[in-house]
């Protein structure tokens, strides 16, 4: 008889995105549609970066940068999902301790090896208290079920950690193209709309030029996407913007709004390294 799997059960469905199986699946559909449309063709994206509030404030904005995952649909296999804590102080980077995380649309294993691949690094703690409630890995996991035929996870829900800690366990689970990262972050918080743009048109700026000292004000996830930075200086990768907005562009009122940006990072060429 096989032993059930430990599952991380879904927190936030029905709330920031829709709890029933058909819905969540209409509404990724329409979503990433709308994004398949209005896009470019470009590379398929070695990581990206994408907003995690809810779907009907920042969805099109994460949807625009999932939707260039398309064409590596049966490619990728693996997602590194690296994401800010929001409700469980922790110290350094944690993982669920569970075998699979699930969501309306199914469930999907966490990664047994990458998880052992960690279990050295001493900045990896193992903590189900900062996964239990946390939204900003979560929120992702649906638009990877629509985009990708079969993968593993790595959650990790980053806490008080350096940028080098962050770019250690990147450079570790990189891999090869089988392997996708995905730092979860929004912009600015609760200003007003053009304070909120002006603030994320610099955030944006610096991002694209791979800054390693962003702070919490500029991206509520600064610490992965900084450590994402200091990897993509070390291995050239180009940075893209795809989207760029904020809830008052979306849903929300604009007297206070959070802002939103979906980047694109690109490994050169074989021949060009």
């Known amino acids: 008889m096989n032993q059930a799997l430990s599952v991380r059960a879904p927190a936030v469905a029905g709330m920031f995105y829709p709890g029933a199986n058909r819905e969540l699946a209409q509404s990724l559909a329409q979503m990433l549609g709308a994004a398949a449309r ?3 063709e470009r590379d398929v994206p070695k990581a990206i970066i994408a907003p995690h509030a809810g779907y009907i404030y920042s969805g099109p904005v994460a949807a625009s940068v999932y939707a260039l995952l398309a064409p590596a649909r049966s490619r990728i296999s693996r997602v590194v999902l690296l994401g800010p804590t929001h409700r469980v102080a922790v110290r350094g980077l944690a993982l669920p301790g569970c075998e699979a995380f ?3 649309l199914g469930t999907v294993r966490v990664d047994a090896r990458s998880v052992e691949t960690l279990a050295a690094l001493p900045q990896v703690v193992v903590s189900a208290q900062a996964h239990a409630l946390e939204h900003s890995l979560e929120v992702h996991v649906p638009f990877l079920q629509a985009v990708l035929e079969q993968f593993t996870l790595v959650p990790l829900a980053v806490g008080q950690a350096s940028t080098r800690e962050v770019a250690e366990v990147l450079e ?5 193209p089988e392997t996708l990262v995905v730092v979860s972050s929004d912009l600015s918080h609760y200003l007003g709309y053009q304070d909120a ?4 048109r610099s955030t ?5 030029a791979l800054a390693t000292d962003l702070s919490h004000e500029q991206a509520c996830g600064a610490t992965p996407v900084t450590g994402l930075a200091h990897v993509a200086r ?3 990768l180009k940075p893209e913007l795809i989207d760029l907005r904020n809830s008052g562009d979306t849903a929300g009122d604009r007297n206070r709004v959070v802002g939103y940006g979906s980047f694109a990072f690109y490994e050169p060429a074989p021949d060009a390294r």
């Open 204 to 208: 944006a700026k610096a991002i694209l």
């Open 38 to 40: 209005e896009a470019p």
């Open 172 to 176: 570790i689970l990189w891999g090869g």
């Open 197 to 200: 743009q002006a603030l994320d």
């Open 234 to 236: 070390r291995r050239a």
């Open 102 to 104: 699930a969501t309306p």
